[in-house]
């Protein structure tokens, strides 16, 4: 079964209107994150948080919120979409430690009109 | 800050064929590196890893060796199939990252024609 799931899969929002991606993990680990994913930039980190109640700027945060309620999710929001947001969003979950594996959802594209 | 290059952005190649995909880094000690792939509408998952120097990484027929001396972890297999077409990442991690982050690649496209 799935550890990491991602909802919606696919979405279209408006320009200014409000996005939340939502991302669940069955792995008990501590460690999640935010990353969008565009051609010739790679996978980039937006939020990550080291457990519920915290959340941390990764390197590319403005214009993202993110909220963690409890060890399992982790939420992206969008408060102002814009067409710049268009791309592929990936959650993960990993333990702590310099070998440690990050376990990557699905995905969710979203476009922005 | 600690980056990782990979310089090909798409690699096209017929079944069995040899593949290299370069992957260079900056990072200070001994970060540990990582190759991960993605196939096609899934999200990236763990190929290998390795954290010293000349240890070699492998899995599914891939292989890598870290090279302190000229700063790479080249990904390599030696005949590649139609399957293996996807996009590989390689990532590091330094000793006490904040967050644990990974810092990737831009990745590189693999297509292979049967």
């Known amino acids: 079964e799935a550890a990491v799931t991602q909802s919606p899969r696919n979405k279209v929002a408006v320009t200014g209107g409000k996005v939340t991606l939502s991302c669940n993990q069955t792995n008990n680990h501590n460690n999640m994150y935010w990353y969008r994913q565009d051609t010739g930039h790679g996978l980039r980190l937006i939020h990550y948080?080291?457990?519920?109640?915290?959340?941390e700027k990764g390197d590319i945060p403005d214009g993202y919120k993110a909220s963690r309620p409890s060890q399992e999710n982790f939420s992206l929001i969008l408060e102002l979409a814009t067409p710049s947001q268009t791309s592929v969003y990936f959650c993960a979950s990993g333990d702590a430690g310099q070998y440690a594996e990050q376990f990557f959802g699905p995905g969710t594209r979203l476009t922005v009109l | 800050g600690d980056s990782v290059t990979q310089t090909e952005g798409q690699v096209a190649l017929s079944e069995e064929d040899f593949l290299t995909i370069h992957c260079n880094y900056s990072a200070s000690g001994y970060p540990t590196l990582f190759w991960y792939v993605q196939y096609p509408g899934e999200g990236p998952q763990l190929l290998f890893r390795?954290?010293?120097?000349?240890e070699k990484g492998s899995s599914r027929g891939f292989e890598a060796t870290y090279d302190k001396g000229t700063t790479s972890f080249h990904l390599r297999k030696a005949s590649v199939q139609e399957s293996d077409s996807a996009v590989y990442y390689c990532a590091l991690r330094s000793y006490g990252s904040s967050g644990n982050k990974l810092i990737f690649g831009i990745g590189t496209l693999l297509s292979v024609k049967p």
């Open positions: 948080s080291y457990g519920a109640g915290s959340t």
């Open positions: 390795a954290s010293r120097d000349k």
